[in-house]
């Protein structure tokens, strides 16, 4: 291992907005930021989002986790 490499580091800002338009499903956008060039688009899909993410992280598999199977509850 090279210890004088220095690691990758790639650092993105996502702000989602939930707008509750019907009482099935509640529709979403948003904005992502690449910190170390700034730049910045808006999505209206996940899908656009690990597109852009792609573009700067090499990763085979970027997918958000699933839903999990139990909803989580505040006491």
């Known amino acids: 291992m090279d210890t004088g490499a220095l690691p990758l580091i790639s650092s993105f800002i996502i702000r989602f907005v939930m707008e509750e338009l019907s009482a099935e499903k509640p ?4 904005s992502i930021r690449y910190i ?5 688009i808006n999505f209206n899909e996940w899908k656009e989002a690990v597109e852009f993410m792609h573009r700067f992280v090499p990763l085979d598999e970027l997918q ?3 839903s999990p199977e139990t909803p989580i509850t505040t006491p």
Do not use: K
Request: proline share 25%; no cysteine; net charge negative.
């Open 27 to 30: 529709v979403y956008h948003g």
């Open 64 to 66: 958000p986790p699933p």
């Open 36 to 40: 170390q060039n700034a730049e910045e």
